[in-house]
């Protein structure tokens, strides 16, 4: 087993997106449901600086970004965009620590990852940063530096967390497959090299050298191999999305004791299955792998498929509620 299997992760958690804009409910929510594994949701609907990228581009140290109309652009000087993302953090971060007295147990914080954000962060001249290698390099020390800032912040007002950080990439199997494409849309950005790629998660991995890293991607192909090579001691997916031709990866992820954030419940409104269908998948590939069920729950964390943010509040809380009383079902059934 990798050094990955000392980490010890809850049964089921969220991803991070929540529909609405009241940080309160939100992180109520979060914090209601997952008792052992709550997460500091991210509410995106109310506008630029609490999306995704705003986001985690308000958390850069010596860079700053506003929005344009094509999206995120580096400037040089903090403007209201930024301000605005980091007002809207500590509006999170005040309704988290006002939740969490007392708390002790794993917590999960989330930030777009450095490819991700080099894909969909512009340059001065409108070009994603991806197609400049010195800018992917200045913005992932920049990022190191702020994830280091707000992750002993988040321990300062939740003194008793076990912090566990997830790293989203989205963007990172388009990128490594030279998708990305330019501000034109008639060519793509060249694919890095995958060395420097995962060379770089590597050190992303390492500011948190003190608790387990999770790599989040909801889109197909997610690089398991890599990942784990870059010192992820977990890796969130859709579950819907996988083939088998990944069993093999997935083997080797779960027999090196790499954990498994397996996306069941659908993120998109709709009708839910019973707790135990939503696990029959993961059941199915255990069988087909030949893994003992005595593994799942030291293997798999139940998670919807992606982020909540375009499902109705009703939705998001059943859907979260639904991960919980899953895991409850994998755990009592494993076979």
Known sequence: MSENSQFRFGAATGVGSMPGGDAREAVKTATGTFEDFPFLPELPARGPGADMIGRT?????????????????LGDRPGRDTKRARSWLRQDLDALEEFT??????????????????????????????????ACRDLAASLAEGLRLHLAEVQRRVPGAQLVLQLDEPSLTAVLRGQVKTASGYR?????????????LRELVAVHAGGPVVVHSCAPDVPFALLRRAGAAAVSFDFSLLTERDDEVIGEAVEGGTRLLTGVVPSAEGPLSDPAGSVMGVRTLWRRLGLSPGLLAEAVTLTPACGLVGASPGYARAALAHCARAARSLADNPE
């Open 188 to 200: 793509t950005h060249r694919a890095p090299d995958r060395q420097i790629v995962e060379a770089t």
């Open 57 to 73: 581009a308000g958390m850069l140290v010596e860079l700053y970004a506003r929005v344009e109309p094509s999206g995120w652009r």
């Open 101 to 134: 007295q007392e708390y002790a147990g794993q917590l999960k914080v989330q930030v777009v990852g450095p490819w991700t954000l080099a894909a969909n962060l512009e340059l001065r001249n409108g070009e994603a940063a991806l197609s400049d290698p010195g």
